[in-house]
C-alpha cells in the first residue's frame, strides 16, 4: 500500500503532517506542491489531486483525501502511531480532539488570516491589507494565543498532560505561522515558549525540517535569524 | 452512566446534538442553557460545566468535554449510533471527517459571522455592524454554500451518498443560521433546497423540535412564515 503526501512547507497542515509521517515511522512518498506557482489551482490537480485544490493530501493506494484532521484519524487506524499521539483510549482521544476541533475557528483562522493580511497578500498584490481588518484578526490571534496559555496548557507540559500528542504539533505550526509576517508569538509569553521548545525538541530533527522555508522568510523577510 | 446535555437551541451544534442524540435513542438529559441570559459565562457554569463558557457540552457521568464534533466521535465509541452517522468503515468514516473538518472554516464561519453581524450584534446593541465585514462574511457565506453544492452534494442525496451521516445534520443546523438575518439559503437554490427537505425528512421529528425556536425568530423578525 502505497502513501503519498501533497504537500506544500509553507502550509501549517502540511507542516503538521509532514512531523507526523517522518515522527511516526511512516513510509510516504513526497509530492510536494508549490503553491506560489499556483500548482495546486491548475485543472490536473483538481482531477488527479483534491476537487478542494488544497494541499495537504494524502492518496493511500488510490484513496484521496483532504483536511488534515480527517487524515490523521484515518492513518490512525490505517497506520501505527505513536499512541500519545492520538490515544487509542477513549478519553483521552476525545481530548485531543477537543483541541483539534477548538483550533479552527480560535488559533488556525486567527493565525492564518492574520498572516495572509499582514504578509501573502501585499506581497502578492503590492498593496496594503484593510487596516481595521488586519487589527480584527490581530485581535482574535492574541485572544487565541492567551487561551493557549490560560485553557489549554494551564501548568501542563503538552496540551494533553505529560506526553505530546497531534494537538501539540498541529498547534505549533498554526503558531509559527505569524511569524512571516513579523509577529514572535513567543516574546513576553514564557509559557508559551517553553511549551514550543517542548514540541520541537519532541518532534526533532522532523520540526526543523518541516520549518527551514519558514525560517528562511522569516529572515529574509524581517532579518530574524531564528534561534530555534 | 447518565448522559447529560447542556445546550441551546439557538446554538447550531446545540441544534445538530439535540437532533443526533434524540435520532439515536440515546437516552440523556435535557440541560438547557439560555445564552441570551448569559448563563454560561457566569463562574459556576465555567466552574462546573465548561472552561470554555461554550454550549453544547456533554457530561458523561462526571466526564465533561466541549465541541460538538469531538461529542459525535466519543459517543459513536461510547454509545450506540446508527452506522450510517458516523461510519464504522474506515474510509467512509474519514469521508465523514472530511466534511466535519471542512465547514469550521466555511460554512461555520461564514453563516455564523452572517447571522452574527446581520442579527445578533444590532439586536444586542442597538448598533448596525461594520458594512465592509458583512459584506466580507456575506461573500464567504455565498462561497461556502455554493461549495455544498458544486463540492459535496454533486449529485448525490447526502453527502456521503445514500445515507444521511451526521455531516448533513451539522451542515444542515449551519445553514438554517442566517435565516434569522433574514437570509434564506434555499432560494435560487433547488439543489440545496431538495437535500435540506431529505435531512428533515430523515431526522423528523427532532429536525422540527430543534428549530422551533429559530422559526419562532424568522417569523417575528422578518414576518416570513416557516413552510418547513
Known amino acids: 500500500m502505497v502513501l503519498k503526501l501533497y504537500y506544500d512547507l509553507m502550509s501549517q497542515p502540511s507542516r503538521a503532517m509532514f512531523i507526523l509521517l517522518n515522527k511516526s515511522d511512516i513510509q510516504f512518498v513526497q509530492c510536494p506542491v508549490a503553491l506560489h506557482k499556483g500548482e495546486h489551482l491548475t485543472e490536473k490537480y483538481k482531477n488527479d489531486v483534491s476537487r478542494f485544490r488544497k494541499v495537504p493530501v494524502i492518496d493511500h493506494d488510490g484513496y484521496k483525501l483532504t483536511e488534515s484532521i480527517a487524515m490523521l484519524r484515518y492513518l490512525a487506524r490505517e497506520k501505527e502511531l505513536p499512541d500519545n499521539f492520538y490515544p487509542n483510549d477513549s478519553k483521552k482521544q476525545a481530548r485531543?480532539?477537543?483541541?483539534?476541533?477548538?483550533?479552527?475557528?480560535?488559533?488556525?483562522?486567527?493565525?492564518?488570516?492574520?498572516?495572509?493580511?499582514?504578509?501573502l497578500i501585499?506581497?502578492?498584490?503590492g498593496?496594503?491589507?484593510d487596516e481595521d481588518m488586519v487589527i480584527?484578526?490581530?485581535?482574535?490571534?492574541l485572544d487565541a494565543l492567551e487561551q493557549m496559555e490560560s485553557l489549554w496548557l494551564q501548568e501542563k507540559d503538552f496540551i494533553n498532560g505529560e506526553q505530546i500528542s497531534a494537538a501539540d504539533i498541529w498547534a505549533a505550526c498554526e503558531i509559527e505561522q505569524p511569524r512571516m509576517a513579523g509577529y514572535e508569538p513567543r516574546e513576553g509569553r514564557p509559557k508559551l515558549k517553553a511549551w514550543l521548545d517542548r514540541v520541537r525538541d519532541a518532534t526533532n530533527p522532523y520540526y526543523d525540517q518541516a520549518h527551514v522555508i519558514l525560517n528562511k522568510v522569516v529572515k529574509k523577510a524581517h532579518g530574524i535569524q531564528s534561534n530555534l
Do not use: G, I
Open 96 to 119: 485531543v480532539d477537543e483541541f483539534l476541533e477548538w483550533q479552527h475557528n480560535n488559533l488556525r483562522l486567527a493565525c492564518s488570516m492574520y498572516f495572509q493580511l499582514k504578509f
Open 122 to 125: 501585499p506581497k502578492m498584490t
Open 127 to 129: 498593496n496594503e491589507s
Open 136 to 141: 480584527l484578526f490581530e485581535s482574535r490571534m
